[in-house]
């Protein structure tokens, strides 16, 4: 992909800005550094960015912390108590996380100007910091920066305080939006994911592919379709959404597409799937499918043969899937949470829902409404045109990286 095919969706002038804003950023060497290279939204940004980021002229480079299946546990459940969900948590927990934190910071090579640091498996690694500063000439010192992806408005207090150590030496943090950040000691910047139009993800297909996925996934084309994509999660309350389907199913006939992944950082997922494969049953509307990582063809395809995209997550971080769906110009209905409402204004670009019953009837409302459905749906499109599109998010990454070359919170171009 080169940069200046963006031109057609975003425009010129977008993308000649960030040519001048990458200029200033020469000679830097900024390393991205999360949890997995595949599965989850992280990953699917950065995969996307990295690349563009080099087209640039900006040398990024991605590393990846190790850890083994104990390790993974333990963040699904800080992650999870982030988010708020009832974990127990112990100090055997704590003591697996130090230790692989602290196996990182031996093996890891953390040599980048700027250090981006995403989400909490890999926060520790700001442990390392002093002595690698002892290293480096004292006119030239390392930039640390935490992305948070998910929502930390009402934590677990008990993994908090054991994370907030960590994150209060950062240099800068970095929120997906204002509701999602906590009162922190260090300068906080508010940047939402994206996605990108030309990934395989979310580019145009011909109805002729989004058939042959059909088929292979032996899903008839005979009803609407109504489809939630996400990773096997609690969180993402599949067996809500077998519950809202089977009551839209009572009164209008349609099928219902559960297509998720697991991720290598996600133990549970295994679990989650053998849960709803059982809900599931054997109906024949039902369509539970367990889709490997990097079919970004196919999960584009399901979106695009979907008459309403769901998310129905007790919690979310942004939500991509959710901007995947607006940008295929897809009414969604969706619950109010994470950034799912910067996404869905409702009745706007799509419907907010609550519940297991609302979530139904919003879903009857635009199967009886097609032409509701699709203005709901090419309004979403635009929406994400203009804010949720990776360019405006190179964009805002190129200004986080210069302004922390400035004390001051100015930047002049
Ligand atoms: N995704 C995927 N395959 C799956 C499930 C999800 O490729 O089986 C992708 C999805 O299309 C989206 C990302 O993974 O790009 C999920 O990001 P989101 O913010 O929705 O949720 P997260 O998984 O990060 O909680």
Known sequence: MRVSDYEPIVGRSAIEELRLLAAKLSGKVIQ????????????????????????????????VIKGNEEFFQVTKKFHNALHGRQETVTEKDFAVFLETTQKNIEEMELYGDIL??????PVGLIASRSSVIASRRRSNPQKWLWRCHIDLSHPNEEVWNFLQPFVV??????????????ELPMRQF???????PL??????LPQQTIDSVLTKYTIPKDKPIITQVSRFDYLKDPVGVIQAFELVRKSIDCRLVFAGGTASDDPESDKVLA???????NNPDIHILLIPPGSDIEINALQRASSVIVQKSHREGFGLT????????????ASAVGGIPLQVKNRFTGLLSYGIEGTAYAIRQLLTNPQYASRLGENGREHVRY????????????????????PEDIIRL
Do not use: C
């Open 116 to 121: 981006f640091v995403h989400d909490p498996q």
């Open 32 to 63: 991205m550094i999360n949890s997995t290279f595949v599965g989850g939204g992280v990953a699917e940004i950065l995969s996307r960015m990295i690349p563009l980021l080099g087209q640039l002229g900006v040398d990024a480079r991605w590393n």
């Open 199 to 204: 990934s395989d993800k979310n580019k145009e």
């Open 322 to 333: 959710v901007t995947e769906a607006l940008w295929k110009a897809k009414p969604v209905v």
């Open 387 to 406: 804010n949720f599109l990776i360019t405006r998010h190179l964009r805002d990454y190129l200004l986080l990286f210069l302004a922390l070359e400035h």
């Open 169 to 182: 030496q950062y240099d800068a943090s970095v929120f997906s939006a204002p509701a999602f950040s906590r």
């Open 275 to 281: 849960e709803v494969r059982q809900r599931a049953g």
């Open 190 to 196: 508010l940047i939402s994911p994206s996605i990108d």
